[in-house]
């Protein structure tokens, strides 16, 4: 994992890639897993056991309590607005529509206006275990 003095000098630059990332592929909904792939592995570990990156490891999302990765630092507007929620299929769809909108300040930088991308990156990790 990050020290925190690598996550505050990595902010900046993941502020401004994965938006361009969210819009410029929006086009392309299909493959779920290379979906995942293109928007969400830069920060997010998908193989149980691997180690975290810059978020939280997502093998068994779907279902799974929010915030429950052991050790990763969430934000606090992460766990204010989240803390005791289930990751059902529709919260994953708020969230990857505008997590600024489901908790305003968290860290986590990206949007995807296109539904079928979307449902396309949840079916794919309804399969993730
Ligand atoms: C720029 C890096 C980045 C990208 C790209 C990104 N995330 Fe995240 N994600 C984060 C961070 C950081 C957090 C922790 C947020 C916090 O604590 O405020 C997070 C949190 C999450 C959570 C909550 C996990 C939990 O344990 O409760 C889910 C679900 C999630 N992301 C899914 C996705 C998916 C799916 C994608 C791709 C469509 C994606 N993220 C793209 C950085 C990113």
Known sequence: MPS????????????????????????????????????CAACHAIQKDAPMGMGP?????VGRAAGAMQGFP????????????????ELLDKWLENP????????????????AVRSAIIEYLKNIK
Do not use: C
């Open 4 to 39: 925190p003095n690598m996550r505050a000098a990595l902010m900046p630059a993941l502020l401004a890639a994965p938006m361009m990332l969210g819009t410029a592929l929006s086009a392309q909904a299909g493959n779920g897993e290379d979906l995942f792939k293109q928007q």
């Open 57 to 61: 490891n997502l093998a068994g999302i």
């Open 74 to 89: 969430h934000s606090e507007e992460f766990t204010a607005a989240l803390n005791g929620r289930n990751w059902t299929p």
């Open 100 to 115: 600024q909108q489901v908790a305003k300040g968290t860290y986590m930088m990206y949007q995807q206006s296109d539904p």
